[in-house]
């Protein structure tokens, strides 16, 4: 025999604090003088019990039948199948009643409508057994179904706040890309929308931040905590270990600084101050500040500001000279134009793959760039001279800006690459950084050279010298700290080496007007 159950009050207007009360009002008239199953039903709430299934199990066991929980699809949430009318069914996911109860040969059943928050449709929580529904078995239910809609708002909550977070977290990287690229301007208007003023700066810090295995979205939002959103964090797209932040401010490295002696096994690496234009170089900086800061007891280190390769050379000469190697750019559209550069100058500090990921476009479409530039320059990067020059070109580029220098045609008395690299500052510079491997009496100074000679190719080095592949690779290793510079890893600190070689000698300058074949 069917009945209806319209008196019981639709759950939509139910709180978690009305289900407390009608809980406790339930223990005080149920007739138990504890009501354990109340004590039960609220475990359920703690965030560690917050659990569909075990609510609708706990509910089974409870009233000593069966529960089952199902959407308004009929898709089957929790719980084991129940066949249940279908009329009735429907009259509560469209809300026309609250409840219902039946008897169906000798099996009891019980339907409450559970709302959904944010829609229309609603949930149906159905339970069985074959004793009558006395009044404690009937407050069971009533009060789970409660519980049920204050369980779906708090996942729905969370849900959306893991929506909001990942929208947040696309936003990040896509200012960071255009950071990378040198796109000032488009990277400020996607900040404002989210973080007026985060970006209204010419000039910023990079940060990378290394945590252990399975740590980095904690990391990420300790970084933002510390640093009150006055600065960019963004989850490395390359790196799975690394956290970057662009700090406009003075403040925010003393703020990771904190951070990082509070959290074991991490680390912090940091630029010097750059204009944003020049985010990507800082970005190098600080992940080779990074492998600095692994062996120091702190745990950080800032990029340090030891004297460069080019700021020994004739900065007139220098500005020359880049504006000629890169003169076969000029013929491409301006933004055209950027993008190779941009693209460029990531693909030689870090792989395709890693450029890739941080640019947010596929390691092909790196290579692409890279080739076209190649075939424009009617060079070769795959030799690490090439990579060197080119690198110190782009670089100094940035410098320039829009600054236009009339390189004119080529003249006799236009600077080349090997006079760029001959000055006496230069090759007393490169003399005594090199001069550092010769207390090595394993000759690391010969390997290191053979090893740029062979493209930084291990086993071509190994064949050369006659020795095992892995003695290259320890001897390189071996010079990282000597030299105080990463040499396995392309990117700044290897060219500055490579570029000591050929100011030394040791190593010819690249021609970069040796046109690559099949061009």
């Known amino acids: 025999m069917a009945g209806r159950e319209d008196g019981i009050p639709p759950t939509t207007d139910r709180t978690r ?127 789970t179904a409660q519980v049920v809609e204050l369980l779906l708002r708090a996942r729905e909550a969370t849900e959306a706040a893991r929506r909001l977070e990942l929208a947040a977290a696309d936003l990040r990287l896509a200012i960071l890309q255009l950071l990378m690229v040198e796109d000032t301007v488009s990277a400020r208007r996607v900040a404002a929308g989210l973080w007026p003023g985060l970006l209204d700066t010419d000039t910023a810090c990079v940060y990378v931040v290394e945590s252990g295995p399975g740590e980095r979205d904690a990391l990420a939002a300790e970084c933002r905590d510390v640093t009150a959103e006055r600065a960019l964090v963004v989850r490395c797209p390359a790196m799975d270990r690394h956290v970057i932040v662009v700090a406009p401010g003075e403040a925010a490295g003393e703020e990771l600084r904190s951070l990082i002696r509070r959290r074991p096994g991490t680390f912090l690496g940091g630029s010097v101050r750059q204009s944003l234009a020049r985010t990507a170089t800082a970005y190098g900086q600080a992940v080779s500040a990074l492998a600095v800061a692994r062996f120091r007891p702190d745990k950080t280190a800032v990029y340090a500001e030891r004297t460069h390769p080019e700021r020994l050379m004739d900065p007139e000469a220098l500005r020359v000279w880049t504006t000629q190697v890169l003169r076969p750019l000029d013929v491409l559209p301006h933004h055209t134009r950027a993008e190779l550069l941009a693209t460029t100058r990531l693909g ?101 050279r053979t090893w740029i000679a062979a493209g930084g190719n291990a086993e071509r080095a190994a064949q050369t010298l006659g020795v095992h592949a892995q003695t290259v690779r320890e001897h390189v290793r071996s010079a990282e700290p000597v030299l105080e510079r990463q040499l396995l890893s392309a990117g700044s600190d290897l060219y500055e080496v490579v570029v000591a070689h050929v100011a030394t000698g040791d190593l010819r300058p690249p021609a970069l007007d040796r046109a690559k074949p099949g061009y």
Do not use: Y
Not at 68 to 90: E, F, I
Not at 109 to 138: C, G, I, M, N
Not at 373 to 379: K, N
Not at 411 to 431: E, F, I, M, S, Y
């Open 348 to 448: 030689l500090e870090f792989t395709a793959v890693s450029a890739a990921k941080v640019l947010g476009v596929s390691r092909n479409t790196v290579r692409a760039r890279m080739e076209r530039v190649e075939g424009l320059l009617r060079t070769d990067f795959s030799d690490l001279t090439v990579r060197a020059v080119v690198h110190l070109a782009l670089n100094t580029q940035v410098g320039l800006g829009e600054e236009a220098v009339d390189g004119g045609t080529r003249r006799a008395g236009q600077p080349q690459v090997g006079d760029l690299l001959a000055g006496p500052g230069l090759r007393t510079w490169a003399c005594d950084l090199l001069g550092r491997l010769d207390r090595d009496a394993r000759d690391l100074r010969r390997t290191l």
């Open 17 to 143: 604090d009305g289900a407390t009360d009608r809980t406790a009002e339930s223990t005080r008239e149920g007739g138990d003088a504890d009501t354990p199953w109340a004590h039960g039903l609220l475990e359920h709430l703690r965030p560690t019990g917050r659990d569909l299934r075990r609510l609708v199990a706990w509910l089974a066991d409870t009233v000593h039948g069966t529960a089952s929980l199902q959407d308004h699809t009929g898709a089957l949430l929790a719980g084991p199948r129940t066949a249940l009318r279908q009329d009735l069914v429907t009259d509560l996911v469209t809300g026309r009643i609250a409840s219902a109860a039946w008897d169906d040969r000798g099996q009891h059943l019980r339907l409450v409508r559970v709302a959904h928050p944010h829609t229309s449709s609603a949930w149906v929580l159905a339970v069985s057994r074959e004793a009558p529904f006395d009044r404690r078995a009937s407050d069971i239910v009533t009060h």
